[in-house]
Structures are given as structure tokens and as C-alpha cells.
Nanobody
Framework: QVQFVESGGGLVQPGESLRLSCVASGSIFTKYPMAWYRQAPGKQRELVAFITTNNRANYADSVKGRSTISRDNAKNTVYLQMNSLKPEDTAVYYC?????????WGQGTQVTVSS
């Protein structure tokens, strides 16, 4: 079973940047499109961005133009570079596959955007 470990979150001011990382265990990483999801307090988990096995990226409208997803198959790692952060980006960020790999959610990494 694959496991994900997210890192890179923190407390930042509006307009600043963060780079999130997610390391996946197991050998299936290269076979899956990978995605970043986020869950804000009181809201459902939502898809933020995903990247296919051949590096095609797609983004939610809420982060389009401000974020870049990338993957390093040699390191079983997917990244999310987030720029021009806004308070509404505050959430716990998770990575997982597309479709979601059941039972494999990690702890997530908290991103808080506040002045």
C-alpha cells in the first residue's frame, strides 16, 4: 500500500510563496497521475492541481496562474509551488493519486496565510 508524507507548509503573509513536497512510498508512483488536494476548516476536501504521468498539469481555477505542480519520478516526489498566497488558500494540503488511492491519505501539511 502506498503512503504519502507531505511537508513544506507554514505560516506566511499574503503575497508570499511556499513550496510543498510529498514523498510517496511504494512502486506505483510512476504509474499514477498525482494531485494535491486541500481541506479548509468546515469545508470539503477539494482538488487543487494534478499532474499526469507524462507531466501534463491541470489546476483549479482558484490557484491557476499562481501555482505550479511538478513531479520527480526518481524521487517519488510531487511538488506544489504556490505563489501570491491569499488568506483563502489557508488549509491542510494533501497529496494522493488520481483517482484517489483509498486508505492512503497522509497527515497533510498546514498552510496558513495571514497578516
Amino acid at each position: 500500500q502506498v503512503q504519502f508524507v507531505e511537508s513544506g507548509g507554514g505560516l506566511v503573509q499574503p503575497g508570499e510563496s511556499l513550496r510543498l513536497s510529498c514523498v510517496a512510498s511504494g512502486s506505483i508512483f510512476t504509474k499514477y497521475p498525482m494531485a494535491w488536494y486541500r481541506q479548509a476548516p468546515g469545508k470539503q476536501r477539494e482538488l487543487v492541481a494534478f499532474i499526469t504521468t507524462n507531466n501534463r498539469a491541470n489546476y483549479a481555477d482558484s490557484v491557476k496562474g499562481r501555482s505550479t505542480i511538478s513531479r520527480d519520478n526518481a524521487k517519488n516526489t510531487v511538488y506544489l509551488q504556490m505563489n501570491s498566497l491569499k488568506p483563502e488558500d489557508t488549509a491542510v494540503y494533501y497529496c494522493n493519486g488520481v483517482p484517489i488511492i483509498s486508505g492512503s491519505w497522509g497527515q497533510g501539511t498546514q498552510v496558513t496565510v495571514s497578516s
